[in-house]
């Protein structure tokens, strides 16, 4: 056997490695392949129905918003229903009230002068006036020519 032929006998030998190795490659990435795709189809066969239940739920929670919104308006017209009744019944009422309470504490006072001194003699009243712990001014002035 020449070089020549162990040389080549070498080159057949070294591409008939190569070759068998890209083909051990070639069919794992076949299987990866297969698998990948596999995978693929069962994420799509389960995001199909997932993505109908979202759709469901949102449409759910649209319905529940649109129910809330109806009674906050509802609670809004209430409460300025019940802003204006009050407004109503305090002008209504309000007036003739305090004008019943002022009849009422004139009568009181009235009588209550009856039996006291007659008007022409001031009653002395020993009356200290306190304001926040301090006497007002005009008590002490009063104090102090006593």
């Known amino acids: 056997m020449s070089g020549g032929e162990v040389a080549g006998i070498l080159v057949a030998v ?35 129905p997932l993505l109908a239940d979202a759709s469901t739920a949102v449409r759910s929670a649209q319905t529940q918003l649109d129910r809330v919104d ?6 809004q017209e209430v ?3 019940a802003s204006a009744l009050s407004t109503t019944v305090a002008s209504t009422f ?20 009856k039996g006291a001194a007659p008007a022409d003699v001031p009653a002395r ?9 301090r006497t007002v001014p005009s008590a002490r002035r009063s104090k102090r020519k006593g």
């Open 14 to 48: 070294f591409w008939a490695i190569l070759v068998s190795f890209l083909a051990v490659v070639l069919v794992r990435l076949a299987q990866t392949l297969k698998a990948t795709t596999k995978l693929v189809a069962d994420v799509t066969d389960q995001a199909v």
């Open 125 to 133: 009243e020993s009356r200290r006036n306190v304001i926040v712990g």
């Open 70 to 75: 109806a009674i906050a308006s509802d609670v």
């Open 79 to 81: 409460t300025s229903n």
């Open 94 to 113: 309000g007036g003739p009230l305090v004008k019943v309470a002022a009849f009422g504490y004139g009568v009181r006072r009235a009588i209550g002068r």
